[in-house]
């Protein structure tokens, strides 16, 4: 881990989303030092499915030695971050450190994304942060630390990372315009940068994204924490950087990275938008004993899938249902299958007992799943992550994704059986 210099210490911090995640882990790095914290962010009152609140992280934050402000602020709305900004200043005297990490998330294509969800994404991720820096840019150039920091990615072009989800994209890559476009306004009086993880952090959002047994693939909150307090430590002229993590922490002299994992030694799975991560991650997998399923391979003749083997996978998924299934699931996937023994196939999560078959379901699909029949054996056979197929591009999703994420806990229950 990074040590603490104490360099941080009166500074005031302004960071969006503070209350729990990597906005919270930053939070508590800085006021080790005895920084001032603004939590702005939502949640007032515990929600049922996440924990913290901005007040349970302003106990954290002060009982590791920093000073807290929590305030309810919701990005998308200008006042309320125009308020937090004016009892910031005037609880603390100014704003030295304005940490735009607030984002909303949705991994879905466009058909498939309501407008409402658009709406969210760019009110937060790039509205939110524009709104939340110009409030906050008058008294960052009073101060002689002055940094703007953005969890937005590189800006990668690659048509790979906008096919998917490309309202996400562009709301997330709306964060990382700002830095080049503020880190030249600013020039010599705010250094303005974004960073981003190269592997997944371990967080809230990664759970609802990942589903269960994502966390044995991630890494901490620690090494953003660490990463961003490195950042803070560098002068004005230090600006414009996309900088990822483990980058900026090896040249702080960071060798052991197992101390940043969940699970030390586990292959990791990369983030979006770096284009390094097949091969990197091939290499970490391949070095751990594990295959990794999303490498890309020379063409080759490749062989056949085993004759009926989707049929023997839905046989033995038949065979497990249960009402319990049904009641905990309560969803209909289509899975569209090429290659040989594919087709159409459907599990239905909804209809008492459940059912399986091939062709359409009686009912309407709430998630449709495409991919080649090779490729879903191995996942309901615990030989592919979902998550990872699905980055990789061997899984296409349309539908509820909060459905689709359902599934891999009925995946993780056959494994044993195939």
Known sequence: MLPN??????????????????????????????????????????????????????????????????CIVDVRDEQQISD?????????????????????????????????????????NTRGTYLTSKACIPYLKKSKVAHI??????????????????AYTIAKYG?????????????????????????????????????????SQCRKVDIIADAAYSI???????????????????????????IYAIKPGHPLQPDFFLDEYPEAVSKKMEST????????EKPQPQPKPRSGAVEKTFRIVK????????????????????????????LDLKSKGGNVGYGEPSDQADVVMSMSTDDF???????????MAFMSGKLKIKGNMALAIKLEKLMNQMNARL
């Open 149 to 166: 920091l953005n969890i937005s990615p590189p800006l990668n072009l690659n048509p790979v990372w906008f096919k998917e989800h490309c």
């Open 5 to 70: 210099t104490g360099r941080l210490a009166g500074c005031t911090v302004f960071i969006t989303g503070a209350s729990r995640g990597i906005g919270k882990a930053i939070a508590l790095k800085a006021a080790k030092d005895g920084a001032n914290i603004v939590i702005a962010a939502k949640t007032a009152q515990p929600h049922p499915k996440l924990l913290g609140t901005i007040y349970t992280a302003a106990e954290e934050i002060e009982a590791v030695g920093g000073k807290a402000l929590p």
């Open 84 to 124: 937090a900004v004016q009892k910031a200043v005037k609880k603390f005297g100014g704003i030295d450190i304005l940490v735009n990490n607030a984002s909303a998330i949705s991994l879905t294509n466009t058909l498939d994304t309501p407008t409402k969800r658009v709406d969210l994404m760019m009110n937060v």
């Open 289 to 296: 004993g594990a295959v990794p399923e999303f490498k890309e």
């Open 319 to 346: 065979d497990s249902l249960s009402d319990d299934i049904v009641k905990a699931t309560q969803a209909i996937y289509l899975f569209e299958l090429s290659g040989e023994d594919g087709g159409t196939w459907f």
């Open 175 to 215: 964060m990382s315009m700002y830095v080049l476009g503020m880190a030249e306004e600013f020039k010599g009086e705010i250094a303005v940068n974004a960073l981003w993880p190269k592997t997944a952090i371990h967080t809230a959002a990664t759970e609802m994204l990942g589903g269960p047994g994502i966390e």
């Open 232 to 258: 803070f430590q560098k002068p004005k002229s230090f600006t414009g950087n996309f900088v990822i993590d483990e980058n900026i922490l090896k040249a702080e002299g960071i060798q052991n990275f197992d």
């Open 377 to 387: 054996v191995k996942m309901f056979s615990g030989k592919l992550k979902p998550t």
